[in-house]
């Protein structure tokens, strides 16, 4: 859990900040205004005890498992131009900040079908060893820049916040955190499967006439 650091600077212009970021795999609570169910700072334990009763253990799903619906949220004094002076390089800008630009949403549609498709291969155990690599590096990635987005925001801009809004943040830290926990043995598994099957291809081809 994240200590909050409430930002006691003049606040900055008003902004509109949209957040994508991934809990989708075990539970999306979506915000849409005053009949929210997004859990507030409070809730956010309760609602991930949940989420780890309902994950199997060794589960794997999609690429884009971390990923949340388009969240759209204006906060009066979060400039998200600030934001993104202070990390540049973080994923959101290229993956899941707003854009109705047509080229950037068709890269980014082909991006996620590129490695959904990636995932099923790993999943079967016919990538190579390579490309296991890169869909684990590329998840890791992702994770880490969604919990550094989320820690950015509630360290310097707490009491632009509400609590509500807070509490979907630190939950979608908490689900990109135990993504990575999780990754380790997620490759580990991968590897054995990609294993198995070239055994068994070894095996077959032997045993052919």
Do not use: C, H, I
């Given at each position: 859990m994240?200590?909050?650091?409430?930002?006691?600077?003049?606040p900055p212009r008003l902004v509109a900040v949209a957040l994508l970021f991934g809990v989708a795999a075990l539970g999306v609570w979506w915000w849409s205004g005053a009949d929210s169910k997004a859990p507030t700072?409070?809730?956010v334990p309760a609602q991930r005890q949940a989420g780890e009763?309902?994950?199997?253990?060794?589960?794997?799903?999609?690429?884009?498992?971390?990923?949340l619906p388009p969240l759209r949220l204006a906060w009066p004094g979060v400039d998200l131009e600030e934001v993104r002076r202070a990390?540049?390089?973080?994923?959101?800008?290229?993956?899941s900040a707003p854009t109705?630009?047509?080229?950037?949403?068709?890269?980014?549609?082909?991006?996620?079908?590129?490695?959904?498709?990636?995932?099923?291969?790993?999943?079967s155990g016919t990538a190579t060893e390579d490309q296991i690599a890169a869909f684990y590096e590329e998840r890791q990635q992702v994770s880490e820049d969604n919990v550094a987005f989320?820690?950015?925001?509630l360290e310097h801009h707490a009491e632009d916040i509400p609590e509500r809004d807070q509490g979907m943040l630190l939950l979608a830290a908490d689900m990109n955190q135990r993504r990575l926990q999780q990754l380790p043995d997620e490759r580990d598994r991968a590897l054995q499967r990609k294993r198995r099957q070239d055994e068994a291809r070894a095996s077959n081809q032997g045993g052919s006439p």
């Open positions: 994240f200590r909050v650091v409430a930002n006691r600077r003049p700072r409070s809730e009763a309902s994950a199997s253990p060794g589960a794997e799903t999609s690429s884009d498992d971390t990923e990390m540049p390089d973080n994923r959101y800008w290229s993956d109705d630009d047509p080229a950037t949403l068709a890269r980014r549609e082909q991006a996620k079908a590129r490695w959904n498709d990636l995932f099923g291969k790993v999943q989320v820690r950015y925001l």
